[in-house]
């Protein structure tokens, strides 16, 4: 029962890293990458859809993206959403494709962009700490309710530490990579 929850908690944890992962992808570093398109939301025929939906995302040059919408008529509502949205890009459009140029970061971006990071690390962190304050109720209900002894909840608690202090530190590992990312020129 302790290793069951001890696995949901494992999973959970790695849900937050794969989670701060697709986060920090999103996030521009001066390079052309379709992954900052991800979280782009596009309102069309009245519903909220994702750019994957509707179009293909290739790079043709190091900076640049270009976006191929398989439904022509879609171009002025995906223009729409890249200008609304946060990347802070111009979208250059023929009426069949759009084409993104990814200007180089300033400096005072790629603070400002290491301090979302940070952010984002934070975030992930909080999380982990979420699951394990859930797991250890858990264990503390099944020591009340007599399913386990004192020791096995000591030991499952230490288990748990070890399994936090792990992802943790892979968050950490994961943001200090994009940091860097962000701060190289």
């Known amino acids: 029962m302790i290793d069951d929850l001890l696995q949901d908690a494992e999973s959970r944890m790695g849900g937050a890293i794969t989670s701060l992962q697709a986060d920090l992808d999103s996030f521009r570093t001066g390079r052309a990458s379709p992954a900052l398109l991800d979280r782009l939301v596009i309102e069309l025929y009245g519903s909220n859809l994702s750019l994957n939906q509707l179009a293909g995302v290739s790079v043709p040059e ?30 250059n459009s023929d009426g069949k494709i759009i084409r993104l140029n990814i ?14 990071v940070s952010k984002r690390i934070e975030e992930a962190r909080i999380a982990i700490r979420n699951v394990r304050r859930d797991v250890q109720n858990d264990f503390r209900d ?5 399913m386990i002894s004192e020791d096995e909840e000591k030991g499952a608690h230490e288990s748990l530490q070890k399994l936090t202090d792990k992802f943790i530190s892979n968050a950490e590992e994961v943001g200090k990579k994009k940091e860097s990312e962000l701060l190289q020129l």
């Open 62 to 91: 190091p900076q640049q993206l270009l976006i191929k919408p398989y439904d022509a008529s879609s171009v002025s509502a995906i223009e729409r959403a890249i200008l609304k949205s946060e990347l802070g890009l111009t979208p």
């Open 103 to 116: 200007p180089p970061l300033t400096e005072e971006r790629r603070r400002e962009m290491v301090k979302q």
């Open 142 to 146: 099944m020591k009340s309710e007599k």
